[in-house]
Every structure is written in C-alpha cells, then in structure tokens.
C-alpha cells in the first residue's frame, strides 16, 4: 500500500486493533468485569497479540508515510 489512503488504513485498523486488544487482554487480566472473558488468561494472552499486531500496522503505516516523503 504506497497510497496514502492506503496508509491511513493501515493506522486506523491498527488503532483498532490495540483498542480491541487492550480491551480483551484487560478482561483476561481481570481488570475489566462484566464479561465471560473476565479473568480468564486465554483471553490475556489473545488480547496481547492483537495489540502487538496492531502496533505492528500502525509502525508500517507510519513508516510508509515518512519513506513517501522524501
């Protein structure tokens, strides 16, 4: 994705993605109550990993931008 539109979705979903996985791993951990998820360690170590692929696509969408520049 060299476009910038292209960029741009690739932060958004990033930024998704670590919300959504910070909202998961946050249950997991026991932190946020009032799910089936919460305390349960599964989903901890589920949120995690989407939190680090989100911020793996939020870096590429970055990076791409700044190497577009110059």
Request: cysteine-free.
């Amino acid at each position: 994705m060299n476009s910038r539109a292209g960029r741009s979705v690739l932060v958004a979903v990033g930024v998704v993605a670590v919300i959504i996985g910070g909202v998961f791993a946050g249950q997991g951990a026991n932190l946020i109550p009032g799910s089936t998820m919460t305390g349960d360690p599964k989903w901890f170590y589920i949120g995690l990993v989407i939190v680090i692929i989100g911020i793996v696509l939020v870096v590429r969408g970055l990076r791409r931008s700044a190497g577009g520049r110059g």
